[in-house]
């Protein structure tokens, strides 16, 4: 028998719990890597909209001791930091200090973000919100991606899918939007992806 959604979502909160994930988005973003092949070993990885982890400490494993990653977010992780191999800046994608000290630590082979704005109840709010979020984070990856660099951003979809993607068609050879299977089923949410950073 088919599991409905509440089970299903229950059923990745056990298995991210049970694999020492401090969220179930991981799975968003091991199957977005299956599919598109995104992070590899010795890369270096800018994660925005990181807490409380979760995507940062798969990275992490994915490179497996080799490479860096820097991370931001307004809340802080729940996930230990080696300072070794990771930077994690407490505060705000939107700060120009945030995005200098992020940028000092780059150039990025790959740019994800699963941020997304705290939900309002007005949907075209909460669309509008997480659409400047993405035009955020591909203004970090139009500055940091090393050509040939990849992107991952999450979107509440909305108006803009369309602009946003014709954008990307711009920076990357690939744009596409992806929505994976560990999603929530009555969730909004889809994934713009971008492969390929074009040279300047
Ligand atoms: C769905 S959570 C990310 C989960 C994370 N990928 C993980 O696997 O643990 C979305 C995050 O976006 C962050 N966020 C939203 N707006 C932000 C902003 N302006 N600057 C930094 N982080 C932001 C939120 O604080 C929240 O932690």
Request: aromatic fraction near 10%; charge should be positive.
């Amino acid at each position: 028998m088919a599991k409905n959604s509440y089970e299903k979502a229950d059923f990745w909160t056990l298995k991210a719990k049970k694999e020492g994930y401090p969220a179930r988005s991981v799975y968003k973003l091991e199957e977005i890597d299956r599919k598109f092949g995104i992070i590899k070993p010795g890369q270096r990885v800018l994660d925005i909209g990181a807490a409380p982890g979760s995507w940062s400490l798969w990275i992490l494993k994915k490179q497996a001791g080799r490479g860096f990653l820097s991370a931001v977010d307004l809340s802080p992780l729940k996930i230990p930091v080696n300072e070794e191999n990771m930077f994690f800046v407490q505060g705000d994608l939107y700060d120009p200090a945030v995005h200098s000290q992020l940028a000092q630590r780059g150039p990025y082979h790959t740019v994800v973000s699963d941020a997304a704005p705290a939900t309002s109840g007005n949907r075209s709010l909460d669309t509008d919100r997480s659409e400047a979020i993405v035009e955020a984070v591909l203004d970090y990856a139009a500055q940091l991606l090393l050509p040939g660099g990849n992107f991952v951003c999450k979107l509440f979809i909305g108006g803009g899918q369309r602009e946003l993607l014709d954008r990307m068609k711009g920076l990357f050879t690939t744009a596409r939007a992806f929505k994976p299977e560990a999603c929530r089923q009555e969730s909004f949410e889809t994934f713009l992806i971008g492969l390929g950073r074009k040279p300047e």
